[in-house]
């Protein structure tokens, strides 16, 4: 069976929901095609059979009376040359697009705002002022609703109707009988006064204007739909500030000097300098240098890491201090940066299950709306045989119903959301994930690498009487640095380094080198440091050697063992001196984290393959009383099964390889981006720092993104309920219903951004 292809297309000339509802079916009815078109981003994400041509995909677009086009493929790279200047993007100020809206918004608000007074304020009434309303309103009708007028006609012509169709026949309505009433009834006599009314009441048909109803609802709803595009574009505004964080050139060594070539000439294996200042090109591995790495801008994370030879450093980071030899290992599309660029847009360009709903509703929403308007002017007719009356409840009708409200509510709290996410370092895959979060109620977490650090940590030092820590240090620290055992690397990097901060003892510093080294597999370490025989390793290793082991060390050694933790025994002069034990460390930040995990309801789950020794110590110090221990890779998987049977809603927090496929099969994953790419491929939310705290943060993110969509829903949904039976019962001048209709989309984007603020 031949595989799928993907391709996202932008889309033109949508205006409303309804729009996006009917290029989706249209582009779903194309045989092997499957369409999600996102009014909020513009664009449609199309997925379809090699068979199909995008070429078709568009025309069916075209065919719909609305423009498309696919994305320009990335720029090849280009031989090492100066940069050129990077063009700016766009802002609210150089946006052609908005630059065109807020000329017509100007305009019309300046030629509509003396009709709307003169028409509603008797008092400012002269002679013949009647002719002046239509002298300012015509330009704002004809000009400035043109894009209503156009999309309606195209829709006209395609067969469909939309928000603008709506509002075109609404104000053209208006503006129609006013010419009517001014040529050919009384209202354009010398002398004639109009006043204002909330509401449909009794009046003279042929002298009743509806001038300040056609310019007015057109200024109110260009203004709505100029602050809603200045909004959109704000929602979005994280996803551009991610894509805009890479360096722009680099300087490549090349024969042992520095060319500065554009980023996109890069290719792995390059090596680069970077000094102090600059952001970091691409990802690598540090080759030469040390410094502090400011890597805020990806993880949220405020304070700078420490970086050297042999560590890895993440593409637009700012390296803050010393200068740094890089060499290239991802470049382009597989950078972190391009990789959480890529799943921001692929989340922010989804749908969840109840933005389907609600473009189901305003796909069928326009044309029930046309009927109500039309019922409405028969009923009024019917009952009152007046027919201004009748016309300013059908008017109002039309105006009050356009569903942009609708359209809006979902997509534009998604881009907030996933955006501000990916400014925490919260990478949300898809809308879906966001329903998840609301039901989890178990919190399953691996240990190593996410609850731990991951590696042997010296964590405790014991002395025998007599016997100085430091000195104890400095000489096991130097033997243990010339094995490669990672239980010896944590010992001479626990020496040289100095405790932990809640630790007592103090650095070495620089460990001398042996004079004899001895690996001793399975047991240990000897050699000679400063003309000292030194034994390092296993209590058995000792003792066989014939050095005694006093009391309490042999009681120190024990308790560790006891708790899950190794101990090594260091001993010279025929007696053991001190006791090192080492484990795999508790990062500082996970007792917090569980914490803040329950605070949200979860019940947290400790899920490892080491002996249960082990788990129980970590969990205890932690915080965490269920624990799962002794559990193979391949099992993790049935561990969440097992849990889910039981009835529960459970989220996953893992790292390796090993916990990929818990990571799928759990209704919520999390993976901690310092993880395999495996798990972050598995995983539905992706923590970019390694901090377990942020998982609280993702899922109180996505628990409030989701809240913002479904408070816009019920406003959206509410707004429309009430108020359709208010304008049909003539309770509404159709002036004040578009300025109600235009706020309504300006209320639903507004309530969104403030998920900008989420801390």
């Known amino acids: 069976m031949s595989s799928t292809l993907e391709v996202e297309l932008t889309i033109g000339g949508m205006t409303c929901a309804s729009c996006a509802a009917r290029i989706e079916k249209k582009l779903n009815r194309m045989e092997g095609v499957t369409a999600s078109v996102n009014y909020a981003t513009e664009k449609a994400k199309v997925t379809y059979d090699p068979e199909v041509r995008v070429a078709d995909l568009i025309a069916t677009v075209v065919k719909t009376g609305y423009t498309a086009e ?31 809206l807020r000329q017509r918004l100007q305009v019309s608000a300046v030629l509509a705002a003396p009709v709307v007074l003169l028409s509603m304020v008797p008092a400012l009434q002269f002679d013949n002022w009647q002719w002046l309303c239509l002298t300012l309103a015509a330009p704002v009708v004809v000009w400035g609703g043109l894009p209503f007028h156009r999309a309606a006609w195209s829709n006209a012509r395609h067969g469909a109707a939309t928000m603008d169709t709506l509002v075109s026949i609404g104000t053209l309505a208006a503006f129609g009988w006013s010419l009517w009433a001014l040529f050919f009834g009384h209202a354009g006599m010398t002398g004639m006064r109009h006043g204002f009314d909330l509401t449909a009441g009794r009046s003279d048909a042929s002298s009743s204007l509806y001038l300040e109803v056609a310019a007015g609802v057109i200024a109110f709803i260009l203004l709505g739909r100029y602050l809603e595009a200045r909004a959109k574009r704000k929602a979005g505004a994280a996803l ?24 996109t000439a890069l290719a792995v294996g390059d090596r ?19 410094s502090a790495v400011d890597t805020s801008m990806l993880t949220g994370e405020s304070v700078p890491v420490e970086v050297s030879a042999g560590d890895t450093v993440t593409g637009a980071t700012v390296n803050t201090s010393g200068r740094l030899v890089v060499e290239a290992t991802r470049v382009g599309s597989d950078t972190q940066l391009a990789r959480m660029a890529k799943l921001v847009e692929e989340a922010q360009s989804g749908k969840a299950r109840v933005q389907r709903l609600a473009d189901r509703i305003s796909a069928v929403f326009v044309p029930v709306v046309l009927l109500i308007a039309l019922g409405t002017w028969i009923g009024w007719l019917l009952a009152t045989d007046d027919t201004a ?38 990478l949300i895959k898809g809308p879906e994930v966001l329903e998840s979060t609301r039901t989890v109620d178990t919190v399953v977490l691996d240990k190593t690498g996410t609850v731990t650090t991951g590696r042997m940590t010296l964590l405790a030092v014991h002395t025998a009487d007599g016997t100085d820590e430091r000195e104890l240090l400095r000489l096991a620290g130097a033997l243990e640095h010339a094995s490669e055992h990672p239980i010896a690397q944590a010992i001479a990097a626990g020496a040289a380094m100095g405790a932990p901060p809640d630790e007592v003892w103090g650095r070495v510093g620089t460990l001398p080198v042996p004079e004899a080294f001895t690996g001793l597999p399975g047991l240990g370490v000897r050699g000679t440091v400063d003309g000292q025989d030194v034994l390092v390793g296993r209590q058995k290793l000792l003792a066989g050697q014939g050095l ?77 009383t269920e624990v799962i221990a002794e559990v193979l890779p391949q099992d993790k998987a049935d561990v969440v099964g097992r849990l889910q049977a039981e009835g529960r809603t459970v989220a996953m927090v893992g790292d390796g390889v090993n916990d990929a496929a818990a990571l799928a099969r759990a209704d919520l994953g999390l993976a901690m981006g310092t993880g395999t790419d495996a798990a972050i491929e598995a995983a539905d939310l992706t923590l970019v720092r390694g901090d377990l705290r942020v998982a609280a943060d993702a899922i109180r993110l996505s628990r409030r993104t989701l809240g913002t969509i479904k408070g816009n829903l019920f406003w959206a949904f509410g707004y429309n309920v009430a108020a359709l ?16 209709m235009a706020f309504s989309s300006v209320f639903v984007v507004t309530n969104s951004l403030r998920l900008r603020s989420f801390r």
């Open 70 to 100: 696919e994305p320009p493929p990335p720029p090849a790279p280009e031989p090492a040359a100066p940069t050129a200047a990077v063009p700016a993007a766009a802002t609210p100020e150089t946006d052609p697009e908005l630059a065109s």
């Open 548 to 624: 005694t082991v006093p009391p309490e060390l042999a009681t120190a050694a024990a308790e560790a063992e006891r708790t899950g933790r190794t101990a090594v025994m260091a001993g010279w002069d025929g007696a053991v001196r001190g006791v090192l034990t080492v484990a795999d460390a508790v990062k500082p930040t996970s007792a917090e984290a569980v914490s803040l995990l329950r605070g949200l309801g979860l019940t947290p789950v400790l899920l490892t393959g080491d002996n249960q020794a082990v788990a129980d110590a970590v969990a205890a110090e932690v915080g965490i």
């Open 725 to 740: 039976p208010l304008a049909a019962a003539g309770l509404l001048n159709p002036m004040i219903a578009g300025a109600a």
């Open 240 to 263: 551009h500030a991610l894509l805009e964080l890479g360096a722009k050139d680099v300087s490549v060594l090349r024969d042992g000097r520095e060319v500065r070539i554009p980023v």
């Open 272 to 290: 680069f300098a970077v000094r102090p200042g600059e952001k970091i090109a691409t990802d690598g591995t540090v080759l030469e240098g040390a």
């Open 389 to 426: 009356a009748a016309f300013t409840a059908a008017v109002a009708v039309l105006i009050i119903a356009c569903p942009c409200a609708l359209g809006l509510a979902t997509p534009t709290a998604l881009m907030v959301g996933t955006g501000r996410g990916a400014q925490l370092g919260i």
